[in-house]
């Protein structure tokens, strides 16, 4: 089955950095644009990175641009979030994400909060 699992979140202090990574298995992982979203405390679910099939095309949220980074590793099926100059802002549950077969498919979240 589907499988998408996210790892590598934590605490940080503002101005920190964090690299987030999702582990994929069960599809053809090089056919599908992969994305992040995140949920901050209280407030609905929201689109954060999102990166093509190939890997050479990306977007942002406008609250991470220049902030942010998102990648993808084809042959180990893992999509990474790469998360510099980390802000109070930032705190949030991250998701790992994928749509296809008219189905939207989750990971099951890693906390993230920047705090001192």
């Known amino acids: 089955q589907v499988q998408l699992v996210e790892s590598g979140g934590g605490l940080v202090q503002p101005g920190g950095s964090l690299r987030l990574s999702c582990a994929a298995s069960g599809f053809t992982f090089s056919q599908y644009p992969l994305n992040w979203y995140r949920q901050p405390p209280g407030e609905e679910r929201q689109m954060v990175a999102t990166?093509?099939?190939?890997?050479?095309?990306?977007t942002y949220a406008s609250s991470v641009k220049g902030r942010f980074t998102i990648s993808r590793d084809n042959a180990k099926n893992t999509v990474d979030l790469e998360m510099n100059t980390l802000k109070p802002g930032d705190t949030a549950v991250y998701y790992c994400h994928a749509h296809f077969w008219n189905t939207d498919f989750w990971g099951q979240g890693t906390q993230v909060t920047v705090s001192s």
């Open positions: 990166i093509s099939r190939g890997g050479t095309v990306t």
